[in-house]
């Protein structure tokens, strides 16, 4: 073999090996050869990938990939050559041309997160928040980060809470819903197990929170016709009349409670339901209406 051939091979095998930059298709009256296009046409075939067609070779990636590199020695379009190209924490590692799971904290380091967690790189886990994150401040198990405003242990029953940590002791974060719909992040709920007091009376059960925890059971409300918001605004006025005077709470009622009107309340079904002191009347349905 002459000294030009084993040159060509070489050039040829190298651009094998490491994929070659973006391709674009070939001008009209060339092919694609050795990783490059030369004059004449292509004999039908696109860098030997594609069908008999009539066309100027689009190369070895049928033309222009979507992705960031041409694989000449499968004509596959890759997304990756090293995990240096893998810059989303979610997934992070070059696998086989593709950006995909990690599988070790030190797969994170290059990106400055902490940990690898369930196949993706986070900075904490509630696990290591304490290790990790600021003192006193919460990991986010949304998106794996330390919260600069959420403060361990600082929400109280019924409040909105992004951790199980967040809530108070003996508290977790706990999905809740409204008239059977989703709400949005989570409600600090005193573990059933604990002993509950009005007005969270009702049990929940088979929710997993946000952190993680599953199998406990909560003191909760009547999710069916009211909100943690408007349990919370309770006594509050509504100088309106109107229900949107209860901060917008959903499920909150504007009327008269103990005698005082534009009061903000809730929807109930039994005494318990409501704070202590104030009844559920049939008459009304709402939390220390009339009788």
Known sequence: MSRFSHLAWFVLAAAMLAGCPETTSCPEGQR??????????DGGHDGAQEPIDAGPDAGPCAGECDLDHCDVSSGRCLECLGDDECTNASAPVCSVGEC???????????????ECHEGGCVDCTPETEEAVCPPAFVCDPADGSCSETAVRGMVGACGACIADSHCGEGFDCVPMNYMGTPRDGGYC????????SRPYSVPIAGRRTLSGKTGEMYCGIDEA?????????????CPSGL???????????CGTVAGIANTCTYACADNLQCPMLRTCPDASDYCGGPS
Do not use: I, K, M, N
């Not at 995909?100 to 997160?113: A, F």
């Not at 943690?228 to 006025?237: I, S």
């Open 189 to 196: 709920l005193r573990r059933l197990s604990l002993g509950c």
């Open 32 to 41: 694609y050869f050795g990783a490059e296009c030369v004059p004449g046409l």
């Open 243 to 253: 229900a949107t005077d209860c901060t917008s709470a959903p499920g909150a009622v």
């Open 100 to 114: 995909g799971d990690c599988t070790t904290d030190d797969q994170c380091s290059r990106l400055g997160l902490h």
């Open 225 to 237: 016709v009211t909100t943690c918001e408007a349990v919370l605004v309770f006594g509050e006025d």
